[in-house]
Structures are given as structure tokens and as C-alpha cells.
């Protein structure tokens, strides 16, 4: 080793390629160059994580080398000051600090470049802290996930301030994660989940964060995987996740969420429209809402047609049966019970390791859902894609070129100047 250190990168790794090792780990800088021969790594993130596979013959065995860069050396390309502010944010986010989860958060959401860089710093240290956490915990899960669907005028609002409430008063630390609908003349949103939720958001052991669609279709948010990190990382054992709630494509966040839960309102027309191929296959539990009063008697109907309803569906796990069941956030009715069908379900799916398969195959889909996203924010702002937009979508408005023709022009224009 001594030996090969003077020497040029190429002859240090050709070196250690000839030693009897089956596997290789080296650490280099971003701006490493490799010399001629000896193919770069490509970024794979904007953490600045490289990984390249070279599959080299050596003494008639295939050995697989992989050059990456840690954390330690992207958080190098930071200012003091930027260091000192992710420092700041992620100490008094694993304190548990509720003004530095809203800003890490806030930090997260932002679509500013730099701010989006330092966010993913952020998102790695507390990743790590958060599987070192889980390491000591025996491998399990330290939060329930829980993502909550339904119509408008379901009552989910209604249901999580007392269910929230429940949940505090028997030790639970919660978050709530509400995602709000933008407007699509101004972009804004009401954000008014708050004032629908006046006890629970006064309570220190509940954290409501409401955030804008900002036009992300599914009824999530482009960031709630982040916010749900970071909630997680401050120390809530219990996340929920309010979707926009506006039709039968609001599942998204069910690739996000240990737990689905659809909630209905009785009497609301089509009793049967869910059982569409739709967002009602995705529920893991089906909970028909304000059953008290004069509604008792529709409610009881409808939870009996969801429950034969729900036997002609494909089975999606081999230890759950989705359950439907009646409950009212005005008397509460049935909520406590349906807190027990919660933990029965993330019991069985843990002894199972369902639910660890599940967590691991969402991590997959985060990933993917970040490419399609910056592929696509690369693609539009490629300079001769950006110069051809306005052109092409003029010619598609006056009609004298097909939208499927303009996209196709776009993307050949894309790969010819790549």
C-alpha cells in the first residue's frame, strides 16, 4: 500500500486489483478523476453518492469495484454558514424541537436549488439517526403510519382532532400531516385544517403541519415522504397523513403509509362508487363516519354492503383482511375500536414481515417518484427544449400541430443536443 500511493490513480487501483481480495471499497473526493482507462462515476444523487460497477477479470474472477463519496465529503462543499444552519436544524430536530421540525420542513418544501441541496444534506443525517434508532429498537419500526382518505364532508377532520386526542392522552406523540388543495388560478391554498382541528393543534404533544398540493396529483404533497421522515426523526410514534380527499385517485399516499384508511359518509349517494377499481382496493380498513342520530340506520346499511363488497376484491395480504366498521367522532363511538384494529394490524403485519417488505418497497417507489421528478425538471429546462416549448405550443393551440407530434419533436430536440 505504502508503494502504491505515489503512484497515479489508475496504477494505485490496477495494483489492488492484482491482491488476492474478492472486494474493494475505496473513498475519493467528487472531483476525483480517475486517469485514462478507468471510467468516472456518474452522481447518483445530489448528495453526491457515486456508484459505478466494473466488471474486471482478474485471475479468472469477475470483481465488482464501487467508488462512492460520503456525506462528509458533499457537507465539504457547504459555507459555515450553511453548516452551521443544517447543524442547528438537525440537533434541535432530534431534540424534538417543534420550531426546527416546522423549518426543516419548510426547508424541504422550498424549490430553491441551494435550499433544495441542503435539505437532502438534512434528510441524510436524520435518515441515519433514524436507522440507528431503529437498530437499537430490535429492527423495528419506531412510528405507525397511517394515511387517511375519504370524500369531502367525510369528517376527516372532525375524526383526527379526537382520535388525536385519544391518542395523546394515552402517551402518544403525534403528527399530523394535512395536505391542503392549490388553487389553480393563484396557486394558493386555504391551509385551514388547523382551525378545524382548535384542541388538538393547542395540545404540545400533537404537531399539525399543513402544506399546499401545490399541483401534485395522488392527494399528497411532492415532499410528504420528507415530512414524514422528519416527524419521525423529532421523536411522533404516530404519523398521519390527511390527503386532499377529492376523488377515487387520492391513493397515493397508501406507497407512503403502513396503514390505509378510507373514511365514507353515510347517505352520500352511490353508496357502492368505491368499489370501482379504485381507491377502495388500496384500504386496508373502511370506517363509515358520523353513525349516530338519524344516520345510524344508513351507516349500518352501507358498512354492510362495503363488508360483501369488500369479499369480491383480490386479497393484497396474507395475514389481513380489510375490516369495515362504524364510528362517530361527535359521541365516539367506535373509535376505540378502531384504534385496537389499527395495532392488531400493525402487530400481524410486523410478526409477518409484511410490513417491513411493504416499508422497504416504498423506499423504491420514493426513489422513483425523485427521478421522474428531476428528469422532468431537466427536461424543461434543457436549453433547446426551453427555446422550442413556447413555438410548439402555440402550433398546438391554433391546432396546426398535434399535442403528440409537439412531444415527440421535444423529445428527439432533447436527445440530439444530449
Excluded at 82 to 109: S, W
Excluded at 144 to 169: D, N, Q, W
Aim: aromatic content about 6%; hydrophobic content about 40%.
Amino acid at each position: 500500500m505504502p508503494m502504491l500511493l505515489p503512484h497515479p490513480h489508475q496504477h494505485f487501483l490496477k495494483g489492488l486489483l492484482r491482491a488476492p481480495f474478492r472486494c474493494y471499497h475505496f473513498i475519493f473526493h467528487s472531483s476525483t478523476h480517475l486517469g485514462s482507462g478507468i471510467p468516472c462515476a456518474q452522481p447518483f444523487n445530489s448528495l453526491g453518492l457515486h456508484c459505478t460497477k466494473w466488471m474486471l477479470l482478474s485471475d479468472g474472477l469477475k470483481r465488482k469495484l464501487c467508488v462512492q463519496t460520503t456525506l462528509k465529503d458533499h457537507t465539504e462543499g457547504l459555507s459555515d454558514k450553511e453548516q452551521r444552519f443544517v447543524d442547528k436544524l438537525y440537533t434541535g430536530l432530534i431534540q424534538g424541537q417543534r420550531a426546527c421540525l416546522a423549518e426543516a420542513i419548510t426547508l424541504v418544501e422550498s424549490t430553491h436549488s441551494r435550499k433544495k441541496e441542503l435539505a437532502q444534506v438534512l434528510l441524510q443525517k436524520v435518515l441515519l439517526y433514524h436507522r440507528e434508532q431503529e437498530q437499537s429498537n430490535k429492527g423495528k419500526p419506531l412510528a405507525f403510519r397511517v394515511g387517511l382518505s375519504g370524500p369531502p364532508g367525510a369528517g376527516k377532520s372532525t375524526f383526527i382532532e379526537y382520535f388525536g386526542k385519544m391518542l395523546t392522552e394515552r402517551g402518544h406523540k403525534l403528527s399530523v400531516l394535512a395536505v391542503d388543495p392549490s388553487s389553480c388560478t393563484s396557486g394558493g391554498s386555504l391551509l385551514g385544517d388547523k382551525t378545524r382541528m382548535t384542541e388538538l393543534s393547542r395540545d404540545m404533544n400533537a404537531y399539525i403541519r399543513p402544506s399546499p398540493t401545490r399541483g401534485t396529483l395522488g392527494g399528497v404533497t411532492r415532499t410528504t415522504n420528507e415530512a414524514i421522515l422528519l416527524c419521525e426523526g423529532a421523536g411522533y410514534d404516530i404519523i398521519l397523513i390527511e390527503t386532499v380527499g377529492v376523488g377515487q385517485s387520492e391513493f397515493a399516499v397508501a406507497d407512503m403509509v403502513d396503514m390505509f384508511v378510507l373514511l365514507l359518509p353515510p347517505a352520500g349517494g352511490d353508496e357502492l362508487q368505491g368499489i370501482k377499481r379504485g381507491i377502495i382496493e388500496m384500504a386496508d380498513l373502511v370506517a363509515v363516519t358520523k353513525s349516530d342520530g338519524d344516520l345510524i340506520v344508513p351507516a349500518r346499511r352501507i358498512q354492510a354492503e362495503y363488508v360483501s363488497a369488500l369479499k369480491l376484491l383480490r386479497k393484497r395480504s396474507q395475514v389481513w383482511k380489510p375490516k369495515v366498521i362504524r364510528i362517530s367522532a361527535r359521541s365516539g363511538e367506535g373509535i376505540s375500536e378502531m384504534w385496537d384494529k389499527m395495532k392488531d394490524f400493525q402487530d400481524l403485519m410486523l410478526a409477518s414481515g409484511e410490513l417491513t417488505a411493504k416499508r422497504r418497497k416504498q423506499q423504491k417507489v420514493w426513489m422513483w417518484n425523485l427521478i421522474q421528478e428531476s428528469v422532468l425538471e431537466h427536461f424543461r429546462t434543457h436549453p433547446t427544449v426551453r427555446e422550442q416549448i413556447p413555438l410548439l405550443e402555440q402550433k398546438v393551440l391554433i391546432g396546426a400541430l398535434s399535442p403528440g407530434l409537439a412531444a415527440d419533436f421535444l423529445l428527439k430536440a432533447f436527445k440530439s443536443r444530449d
